[in-house]
Nanobody, 122 residues
């Protein structure tokens, strides 16, 4: 019954920007904590960004370049990605859970979107 949908990926050049969006629909009245993860070919899934205790948190490889923000509607978030690098190439996933135990761990989230491909190449 919980659906997670990401959008906004695409092919860009190094230094360009992209804005990803995610929306979660589920049980009426439910609030979901949401996070962004990414996974490159041959790599483990990596934490990208979330809110924890009202503070935006980032993985070390994206800090200073990416910004997470809340959408106008509840259970929506965006990820502004600036100064993109080839190493940012990955499938970006939106994750959601009613109460994740560890905000940075993919194992803490029960609900996942299908992912949106981000490719940074010259």
């Amino acid at each position: 019954q919980v659906q997670v949908v990401e959008s906004g990926g695409g092919l860009v050049r190094p230094g360009d920007s992209l804005r990803l969006s995610c929306a979660v629909s589920g049980r009426a009245g439910s609030r979901y904590f949401m996070a962004w993860f990414r996974q490159a070919p041959g790599k483990e899934r990596e934490f990208v960004a979330t809110f924890n205790w009202g503070v935006d948190r980032y993985g070390p490889s994206v800090k200073g370049r990416f910004t997470i923000s809340r959408g106008d509607a509840i259970n929506t978030v965006h990820l502004q990605m600036n100064s993109l690098r080839p190493e940012d190439t990955a499938v970006y996933y939106c994750a959601a859970d009613e109460k994740p135990y560890e905000y940075y761990s993919s194992n803490s989230y029960d609900y996942w979107g299908q992912g949106t491909q981000v490719t940074v190449s010259s």
